[in-house]
């Protein structure tokens, strides 16, 4: 078991002992003494979790807690730090399909933070590069374009040009 699990368990003994800082401690040691490995290990983990439950001195006094304390870890949120000017909500882009060496590609209308290949509001088109002659390659549904580009959804590089190309073949 990884060091980490062992802290943890650990950890959720002190809730659910609501016993004194000794007894607690008493109780690490019994589950590190069972979980750890090596003696190295158990010491050293046994150490470091004594060095937090009796670093925090009187303030800290377990048999007063009923439960652990929560400890809140914060992750990396790219929405908090997304500029509305700089990155749009709402794009249209192609989303890759078909097998190995074979690309066949959707047109669709996706939200910006989404996965390339992930979930899509609506399908517009498809584009078949590796189309053999006489079968359709390129279909584009213009009005659904023009509505979506009414709302704001920016076109990505590729997309532009495959629109524009799809609408001079169509006139």
């Known amino acids: ?33 069972r979980r750890a490995k090596s003696r190295r290990r158990r010491d050293r983990l046994s150490q470091r979790l004594e060095s937090v439950l009796f670093a925090a001195g009187p303030a800290f006094d377990l048999a007063q807690h009923s439960s652990p304390p929560r400890v809140s870890i914060l992750t990396y949120n790219p ?18 399909g078909g097998a190995n060496k074979r690309p066949f590609y959707h047109l669709v209308v996706a939200d910006s933070r989404r996965a390339a290949s992930g979930k899509f509001l ?36 590729t997309a532009a040009r495959l629109v524009r190309q799809f609408a001079k073949k169509a006139a």
């Open 1 to 33: 078991m990884s060091e980490e699990r062992t802290l943890v368990r650990s950890v959720l003994l002190i809730g659910i002992a609501g016993d004194s800082r000794e007894g607690v401690a008493e109780q690490i040691r019994l589950t590190l003494r």
């Open 79 to 96: 929405r908090l730090f997304a500029v509305c000017g700089v990155f749009p909500m709402v794009v249209i882009r192609l989303q890759r």
């Open 122 to 157: 609506e399908r517009l088109g498809f584009y078949d590069p590796k189309a053999p002659q006489g079968r359709e390659a390129l279909r584009v549904n213009m009005e659904r374009v023009k509505h979506w580009r009414s709302k704001g959804a920016q076109l990505s590089d």
